[in-house]
């Protein structure tokens, strides 16, 4: 997991979010940043051998490391992160340190660390944590994603041969692999790029895959060998009708499979965590009433309960299902407030902070007032028309990235006069 609640971590290090000093974020349209809320900083096109420095200690990466340091965050994406703001998380530049083999691996991360320390903005060690989405496409349709209205015929947006060069330039050293889609498992480019890794790094890492857990019986092979797993499972309700009603062309029995597979494959040692991502909505709200007991059953270490995204950037508003950006859609459904105020106790009193802190913010975002949510639902109807009438103007995925670097350099710019 990125974000851990506990602050008595053996890792300590002077800043709530090392992600400036240790990780980089590849997305599908070629995008370069430090984290998926991070602007774009530079494009994969930009890419080689000699731009390493220039993209890792170039000056939108020494300018946010020292601005982290002094404390100005205001303008930048960090300043709005809601991981930081909202849920109070501190993250770690990678976990269990002492369990990792001694190594050039080891050695980096141990570098890596002390340069985050003595808050260093010019750094000597590489990446010790990689986030790839090389593809949106995905072996179903959920409701709730982007990757339908994307479309089938996209397969994808990063050539197999420019992912694996960013790997071979800037995640040689990485020892922790996040991948998502679309389904990782599906595409064959995952295949290609863990098939670069060498043992001795997948002996040192941890493979963090966000997925819909349909594959990973089929496809664990294909991904044996690590040190450590996460599975970030996409699971929108216990309920068999609606689960397949919001991921669309998946079975809930081969939900089921999989995760009893897990369930077997941590029985023999291997050291893996599985946490469930629940993307709420209109048709899966009273699922909070059984979502602990679901967890305990599959032995689910976390539940991240999630408002369906306002979707501004994807191009469709769900006005069905959209609670938290049409919150009047919430008077159709009886006693709500008591079913997300009764999952909150049930967090609380199971230890689940993740889940509790989650449930905490959505209650803050939601009111009610029918008045208020009618207010806001109009307010977020203009602001969805606007904003999707500015990205349309960002067709190409290199232009989008340039563009959103030189509104993080204007921001950066203005912020200092």
């Not at 609640?5 to 000093?21: E, G, S």
């Not at 089921?256 to 494959?265: A, M, P, V």
Request: aromatic content about 12%; some cysteine; proline content about 5%.
């Amino acid at each position: 997991m990125y974000f851990k609640n506990d602050r008595d971590h053996p890792i300590k290090t002077p800043f709530a979010c090392p992600f400036p000093w240790t990780s980089l974020s590849l997305n599908y349209d070629g995008g370069i940043s430090f984290c998926c809320l991070h602007y774009p900083f530079a494009h994969i096109s930009e890419l080689s051998e000699k731009s390493v420095d220039s993209i890792w200690n170039g000056s939108v990466a020494q300018d946010l490391r020292r601005r982290w340091k002094e404390g100005r965050l205001k303008g930048t994406p960090c300043g709005n992160c809601p991981g930081l703001s909202e849920f109070k998380r501190y993250a770690y530049p990678v976990n269990d340190l002492e369990n990792m083999p001694e190594g050039p691996y080891k050695e980096n991360v141990q570098l890596n660390i002390s340069e985050i320390k003595q808050s260093e903005t010019r750094l000597k060690s590489l990446p010790i944590s990689i986030y790839y989405t090389p593809s949106v496409l995905c072996n179903i349709d959920c409701i709730h994603c982007c990757q339908p209205k994307i479309g089938k015929n996209n397969y994808t947006y990063l050539d197999t041969e420019e992912l694996i060069k960013f790997y071979r330039i800037l995640g040689m050293k990485s020892v922790s692999h996040a991948i998502s889609g679309g389904e990782p498992l599906y595409l064959k480019q995952v295949s290609r790029l863990i098939s670069e890794f060498s043992p001795e790094q997948k002996a040192a890492s941890e493979l963090i895959l966000f997925t819909n857990a349909l594959l990973i019986k089929e496809k664990f092979d294909q991904i044996a060998g690590f040190r450590k797993y996460d599975f970030e499972i996409s699971i929108a309700s216990s309920n068999k009708e609606i689960y397949e009603y919001i991921h669309s062309g998946a079975s809930y029995d081969m939900l089921i499979e999989n995760l009893e597979f897990l369930i077997q494959r941590k029985a023999e040692g291997i050291d893996l965590s599985a946490n469930r991502i629940m993307v709420l909505m209109k048709s899966n709200f009273n699922d909070l009433n059984n979502v602990f007991e679901f967890a305990s059953r599959y032995k689910l270490d976390d539940t991240w309960i999630r408002a369906i995204d306002a979707a501004y950037h994807k191009y469709k508003i769900m006005p069905d299902e959209n609670i938290f950006m049409l919150p009047y859609l919430l008077g159709g459904i009886p006693n709500w407030q008591d079913t997300m105020e009764k999952a909150s106790q049930a967090a609380e009193s199971s230890n689940n902070r993740v889940a509790y802190d989650h449930i905490q913010y959505l209650q803050k975002n939601v009111s009610g007032s029918r008045i208020v949510n009618l207010y806001r639902s109009i307010i977020n109807w203009l602001r969805w028309f606007f904003t999707i009438s500015i990205l349309r103007l960002w067709r190409e995925p290199v232009q989008r990235a340039k563009i959103a670097s030189l509104r993080h350099r204007l921001s950066t710019l203005l912020s200092r006069k």
